[in-house]
């Protein structure tokens, strides 16, 4: 196993990474930013290095730095977590160059799956559902000529996209051109590629992710599927596991379509396939995250399964231990993303220091988190500040379980999401758990009637 890995992260995931490593018995080493020099990863792990100032593109985003502090402390790995360098190719290339090893997946197919052209055309040769579209990259008279063909509305997608960001949706033929080109501008500002693709827009669907974990031998098993459709503008706000609104038909056939996917592509590590699924059960593949995910936490709470532990052992060439039949579903989970935001006003970031915290407790809820009292959220960073995960036999004990756990949660200093998150886990719509990626936005329209938001 290896002796000593870096997480080349912050915040909650480099705490969660760090736990699993001192479970299996691994060194590890932290890297932080000048910003984050109050950091709770820095002083969990072994050794901690700095390396550069608050911008992410001089700290947390810098190749160079990262991968000499790997070098220098002695590691034998490198961990990213999610967001960052997570899904850069060229960055694990680099480090598999300096002789260490990167726990995901293969490059190359990191590279293809990034991709969102290419990662289409691999799902349309393993024979997995995708949405009309122009199937590649287009120019502004071809990706017009595009839309007219498969019918308005149309999304304009960056080819090299994620997070939601470089999306536009059109609606009719006259906002085309000036889409396209805001497209491609936040393509080329957030991931230095300005290409952009034409996607058929599926009214509101459902969004359904498969957790996979793959080996390096050929092995490949599903982790069941997640509900993620409580979204706001494309970012994810609730998940739960499993979807209780879809058939099990259907799961069976994302089951088969994401196993038949890695086992095509040749994926070895963890990682989730997402999924549109329409109310007529027409499931589409939308795109590949080959990292683990935020939300990792319901399905680990759903299977009793570890994914970030077994996602090192995978890295370091270990089989998996479980075969398909050993995956058992044990009840639910719902995972509420906590992010320093000010609902009242149109959700803008809230960073500042937390002067008290109090955090719930008690059989079936989990807090994955990096702050304490005393904490600065930075406005260099994602406004994420916790993520409250409740795991119980029944749906609706589970909602339950989270909605006592908001009631306990206390933080004082910045504004946060957690009176609406409340109020949202109470609507009929989310209890009967038939919602779709519209019902956050039609939920704040009601809320906004009835004078609970500003904008």
């Not at 008279?141 to 080819?159: N, R, T």
């Not at 993620?228 to 056939?253: D, F, G, T, V």
């Not at 908001?406 to 949202?424: M, P, Q, S």
């Amino acid at each position: 196993m290896f002796k000593k890995i870096l997480i080349a992260n912050r915040g909650e995931i480099a705490v969660r990474i760090i736990r699993a490593c001192k479970e299996l018995g691994i060194a590890t080493v932290a890297v932080y930013s000048k910003g984050d020099e109050e950091c709770l990863h820095k002083e969990l792990a072994n050794e901690a290095v700095c390396i550069g100032d608050a911008n992410p593109k001089d700290s947390y985003l810098n190749v160079e730095n990262i991968i000499t502090a790997a070098c220098l402390s002695g590691c034998d790995a490198i961990h990213p977590g999610f967001g960052f360098l997570s899904e850069n190719p060229e960055f694990a290339r680099m480090v598999e160059k300096c002789g260490l090893t990167f726990i995901g997946p293969n490059p190359d197919v990191m590279e293809k799956m990034g991709n969102k052209n290419e990662a289409i055309q691999s799902m349309i040769q393993a024979g997995v559902p995708v949405v009309p579209g122009s199937h590649k990259a287009v120019t502004l008279e071809e990706g017009l000529e595009c839309a007219k063909e498969i019918g308005f509305p149309v999304l304009i997608k960056a080819s090299a996209g994620g997070g939601g960001k470089g999306i536009r949706l059109v609606e009719e033929e006259e906002e085309f051109t000036e889409a396209y080109n805001e497209a491609r501008e936040e393509a080329s500002k957030f991931f230095a590629n300005d290409e952009v693709y034409i996607e058929k827009f599926v009214k509101n669907p459902k969004h359904v992710e498969v957790q996979l974990m793959c080996d390096k031998h050929g092995n490949v098993i599903h982790l069941f599927e997640r509900n993620c459709s409580l979204q706001r503008r494309n970012q994810k706000m609730i998940e739960e596991a499993p979807c209780i609104s879809i058939s099990q038909e259907l799961k069976n056939k994302l089951y088969d379509s994401a196993i038949k996917a890695c086992k095509f592509i040749g994926y070895d590590s963890v990682g989730t396939i997402e999924f549109l699924v329409d109310n007529a059960e027409n499931y589409y593949f939308m795109e590949m995250n080959t990292r683990v995910q935020v939300e990792h936490c319901v399905t680990e709470a759903v299977t009793n399964v570890d994914i970030v532990k077994n996602m090192i052992k995978i890295a370091f060439g270990l089989p998996l231990q479980f075969k398909q039949s050993d995956i058992k579903l044990y009840g639910y989970a719902i995972e509420c993303r906590i992010n320093a935001e000010d609902p009242e006003n149109g959700f803008r970031p809230n960073p500042g220091k937390i002067k008290f915290i109090n955090t719930p407790g008690g059989m079936g809820v989990r807090i994955d988190s990096a702050v304490y009292p005393g904490y600065t959220i930075s406005p260099y960073y994602d406004s994420m500040v916790l993520k409250v995960i409740t795991f119980a036999k029944t749906r609706l004990e589970c909602i339950r379980k989270m909605r006592q756990a908001l009631e306990e949660l206390i933080i004082d200093g910045v504004k946060t999401t957690v009176e609406f998150d409340y109020v949202l886990i109470h609507h009929p719509t989310f209890i009967l758990g038939h919602y779709d990626t519209s019902f956050i936005e039609s939920f704040i329209g009601e809320l906004k009637e009835n004078g609970k938001l500003i904008s």
